[in-house]
């Protein structure tokens, strides 16, 4: 019997060294398990927070780009009206050259008015031989000549402002409303 409890012993501690190795095994399992909760309860958080951050960028994002957007269209309407106003501008000055041309044309009329008053009397004096009147009515017609070459110049000076206005305002020039009569084309 004594044989028997040996072999008892050695069995109780193959027993208790497999239980030992069992017991370590499922310490080892259950430390693993314990380390990929926390792994996975980790991963979990992290995606949770990145997904979150990515959510609110791109609310952001988007709205950047709305501003962005109103920005670009009030830069826009901005340039518009600038260019309104250059417009506006540009014509007003089209506007008030027409007007001095016709100031100037009504004048140079007025003048080659009284010129032909003065020629029809210098043709008289002429006649009645009248040197006088002959003198005073030469100096009249020079004074004509001087004003029918000044028109001119302020005619050309005139409709090169206005073209200049125009075509910086990025429009093409109009006809006048009224049409201004050339040097040439005002009888002597």
């Known amino acids: 019997m004594?044989?028997?409890?040996?072999?008892?012993?050695?069995?109780?501690?193959?027993?208790?060294?497999?239980?030992?190795?069992?017991?370590e095994r499922a310490e080892n399992a259950e430390a693993?398990?314990?380390?990929?909760?926390?792994?996975?309860?980790?991963a979990i958080r992290q995606l949770g927070e990145a997904d979150a951050a990515n959510r609110r960028l791109h609310g952001r994002n988007v709205h950047l780009a709305e501003q962005l957007e109103q920005a670009r269209e009030?830069?826009?309407?901005?340039a518009l009206d600038?260019?309104?106003?250059?417009?506006?501008r540009a014509l007003r000055a089209c506007a008030r050259y027409r007007a001095e041309a016709v100031e100037d044309h009504?004048?140079?009329?007025t003048a080659h008015r009284q010129l032909k008053e003065k020629e029809a009397q210098l043709d008289r004096a002429r006649v009645e031989g009248r040197t006088d009147l002959i003198r005073r009515l030469g100096l009249a017609q020079q004074a004509r000549r001087s004003l029918a070459e000044q028109l001119a110049t302020v005619q050309?000076?005139?409709d090169s402002m206005c073209r200049e206005a125009v075509d910086r305002a990025g429009m093409l020039a109009a006809p006048p409303a009224t049409a201004?009569?050339?040097?040439?084309e005002v009888a002597r």
């Open 180 to 184: 201004v009569p050339k040097p040439s």
């Open 32 to 42: 693993d398990a314990r380390t990929e909760r926390v792994t996975r309860d980790t």
């Open 74 to 78: 009030a830069a826009q309407d901005g």
């Open 156 to 158: 050309a000076a005139n």
């Open 2 to 23: 004594w044989f028997r409890t040996r072999r008892l012993r050695e069995e109780n501690a193959d027993l208790r060294a497999q239980l030992d190795r069992m017991r």
């Open 82 to 88: 600038e260019m309104g106003r250059r417009l506006d």
């Open 106 to 109: 009504a004048a140079v009329m």
